[in-house]
Structure formats: C-alpha cells, structure tokens
C-alpha cells in the first residue's frame, strides 16, 4: 500500500516531499542543527497561530538561529502548501502542518558562524486521528528505565529542536516491552513528559500535570488546557510534582499534544487507570473541541 501523499515547500519551492530537496551540508541534516513547530487544523482553519509562532521565536532566539520570515510570510507559506497539498489530490479531513527550520549548510564544521543562511521546509499532510479504540479504551505506557530526560541545564526540553534522539530512544525502549508511548522520567526521579506529548492525572475530578521546572516542552495543548480550557469546563488544575510511587493516588491518566489534543491512558506498566466516557479527560475534551470551533469561526485569516 502507497504511503499517503505529503507536500513539500522547500525556501519557497512546492515538491513531492519523496523528493530530494535538503543539500548533505546542511547542518539540520549534519547536526540536528535546527527548530521546528507543528501545527494542526480544526474545521479548516490553522489552529493556535500566534501560540507556535511565539514558541518557534523563543526557540530560535535559544539558539541564536535568525529566522528567515517574519510571521506573516510564513503563515502565507504555509497556506499556500495546504492548497499544493489539496491540488495534488490530498484528501485530509484536517492538516499536520511541520516547518522546520535550520541554521542553513556551509562547510563541514560545528562553528555556527560557518552556516550561510536559514532554510525552511514546511510539509502538509492528513492529520491522523486516533481511532476510536483508543479513546474508547486508552494508551498503555511505560516508564523509560534506561535514559532520563536531558535536564534544563544541557539541551533544554523546552527549546523544540530537530535534535529528538533523547525521546526516540527512550519510545523505542517502550515499544519493546509492547507499550504504545513512554514516560519519561528527569535525573531526580520526577514524571516529565512522553516522547511527543505532555502527560497530566487526575484525581476526584482535579487535574495535576508537571511543573515547567521538571524539565518539559511547553506544550500549546497543555498550555490551553491550563489557562482558558479547563477554566471554562469548570476544571480546577494543578502543577504538581509527581513520581511514579504516587500513580496510585490518581485516577486518571491522559496526554496533551497539538495533534491529538487530549487521548486518554489506561496504564502505565502495571498502574491502570479509569477510562469512561464521564471521566475528567472527556470532559476536557469536549471543552477543547468547543474552544477549537470557537477559534476557528473567528479566524478567516487563518482559514485553509
């Protein structure tokens, strides 16, 4: 079976992302030399704009990386790769949206200074929904036993870099023992995150997610669910502290990642949690899917 068609936009050129469009001396390719931001569409319209945006230029700023367009432009790119996407027969009900960004190629050598200038790529697919097994029954995870999660004070979980050798290793160890995602543990022995999601309890009906301070991504979802979502649901949240000798205290599991939005967990290793269709994660899914409409019929500059 043909892999799904995925369109490219390389500095501005529409491709076939099959298509070879990043030279070997770049330095994304080279290093993990690079930031990136992905995005996701609700009822065609490109959600959380300013959110990713402000987050790609505090990590470009991390970095010391000038980013090559401003905000406007490169919402125009990538509108504009959503309709290449449409025109070359894509059929998404709604997007994954990717730019990545690196520092650009030069010669071989670690020296910043030796890159020329800042390359993107934007790349516009279906965004792939769990499917209904999933949030019916939940995901099992496991703890990462092997690796920790880099701290703060090396390459800071919560710069989103293209340098993701920590969260795949620590996946592929929770893979091999036949879980769907990981949890990832810092060196103090306190839960962070999962490989690509936040992750959040709850407990009589209050949610608890970890603090920045652990050692996290600042995820768009988790910070929506934070400070507007819960909010309007009528859901008290918290950032806790949490290791794994407290999971018996919660009730509930679930991730938060921008496109999933909230899945709920039914274990983590031989932890299980509840998962039913009144929980707190449902509710707070449901609260989400309202505030992405809302987002959406007020944003036709945003609309695809």
Request: some cysteine; glycine content about 8%.
């Amino acid at each position: 079976m043909p892999a799904p068609y995925v369109q490219a936009n390389t500095n501005g050129r529409l491709h076939d992302a099959r298509e070879a469009s990043v030279a070997p001396l770049n330095r994304g390719f080279l290093y993990g030399d690079a930031i990136y931001e992905v995005w996701r569409t609700y009822h065609g319209v490109v959600f959380a704009w300013e959110e990713h945006w402000r987050r790609l230029e505090q990590s470009a700023a991390a970095l010391h990386l000038a980013l090559p367009f401003a905000a406007a432009e490169a919402r125009g790119e990538v509108l504009r790769t959503i309709a290449a996407f449409r025109a070359a027969g894509g059929v998404a009900e709604d997007y994954y949206i990717r730019l990545q960004i690196t520092r650009g190629g030069g010669a071989i050598g670690l020296d910043p200074a030796l890159a020329d200038r800042a390359d993107f790529v934007i790349l516009v697919q279906a965004n792939k929904a769990h499917p209904p097994e999933v949030l019916e029954h939940g995901l099992r995870l496991s703890l990462a036993r092997d690796l920790r999660r880099n701290p703060p004070d090396a390459l800071n979980p919560a710069w989103k870099t293209g340098n993701y050798l920590n969260n795949i290793l620590c996946l592929r160890e929770a893979r091999a023992r036949g879980a769907d995602e990981v949890v990832i543990l810092n060196h103090a022995g306190e839960i962070t995150e999962a490989a690509v999601s936040n992750i959040a309890f709850a407990r009589q009906g209050v949610v608890h997610t970890p603090p920045l301070t652990a050692g996290i991504l600042g995820g768009i979802t988790r910070e929506l669910v934070l400070g507007r979502v819960a909010v309007a649901a009528g859901i008290e949240v918290r950032q806790t502290t949490i290791r794994p000798a407290d999971l018996p205290q919660y009730d509930e599991c679930f991730l938060l990642s921008t496109t999933k939005d909230v899945t709920p967990v039914a274990a983590i290793d031989e932890h299980r949690f509840t998962v039913r269709p009144d929980s707190t994660a449902a509710r707070l899914k449901i609260a989400f899917g309202e505030f992405a409409r809302h987002y959406a019929a007020q944003r036709a500059e945003l609309r695809t």
